[in-house]
């Protein structure tokens, strides 16, 4: 059974720093695996989809890396700011499935 | 221009009454989801449907029930609610999913 692990839970940087979201995953079977952002009472934001076959993917200043033989991905994000406190969510597609398992997210709080 | 939108956004109601979220895609998905989100904040599927079939239950209780009167649509139906149905609700959509998920805001729902 495919289970989805989000390190860390909650973290709280100041402005300018680069972060590293860790998510993990038990069957490296996957279809591919998405990240996505949600804020307070809002829904989820496609962030970086990432096939089974890749192992990176970025938009500005996210960075996304699947290491399927490990069963890890991690969620690079460079100079934060503030704008980018949200609960970020990793989701792996297991394939065949159409659905997508989730994390628990990492609830991240970049103050000024 | 909304890809995936939900209504209500909110709704509040007692036990034992029945309600109705509706869910509407324009970006002609084959595939509609139903997600929920619960007080620790875990995203599970709850059912999946493919131009109008139903393809994923997992294990709900059978007071919901979905309908899909066309592809674009996927509504909840919940009989007979209870406090534990308390939780937000995503409705999803994908075209294959290689491309990944859009997801809506979400429909909140307090059960009192």
């Known amino acids: 059974k495919q289970e989805v692990t989000q390190i860390p839970a909650a973290l709280s940087v100041p402005e300018g720093e680069n972060l590293v979201l860790n998510c993990s995953f038990t069957?490296?079977?996957?279809?591919?695996l998405q990240w996505f952002r949600q804020d307070p009472g809002k829904g989820l934001t496609s962030l970086l989809l990432i096939q089974s076959s890749q192992r990176e993917q970025t938009s500005g200043r996210l960075n996304a890396s699947l290491d399927k033989s490990s069963g890890r991905s991690t969620l690079y994000i460079a100079a934060s700011q503030p704008g980018d406190s949200a609960t970020y969510l990793c989701?792996?597609?297991?394939?065949?499935?159409?659905?997508?398992?989730f994390g628990a997210g990492t609830r991240l709080a970049v103050h000024p | 221009d909304t890809a995936v939108s939900q209504t209500p956004k909110y709704l509040v109601t007692q036990m034992g009454n029945d309600k109705s979220i509706k869910c509407e895609q324009n970006?002609?998905?084959?595939?509609m989801y139903w997600y929920k989100q619960d007080s620790k904040k875990f995203l599970k599927i709850m059912f999946s449907y493919n131009n109008k079939e139903l393809i994923i239950n997992e294990t709900v209780p059978n007071r919901f029930s979905p309908k899909s009167p066309d592809k674009a649509h996927l509504n909840l139906h919940i009989n007979s609610l209870e406090l534990g149905d308390s939780a937000v609700y995503f409705c999803?959509?994908?075209?294959?999913?290689?491309?990944?998920?859009?997801f809506g805001s979400g429909t909140r729902l307090t059960v009192v």
């Open positions: 989701a792996v597609d297991p394939g065949g499935y159409n659905k997508l398992i």
């Open positions: 970006l002609g998905h084959d595939t």
């Open positions: 069957d490296s079977a996957i279809y591919n």
């Open positions: 999803a959509s994908s075209r294959d999913p290689n491309y990944g998920y859009t």
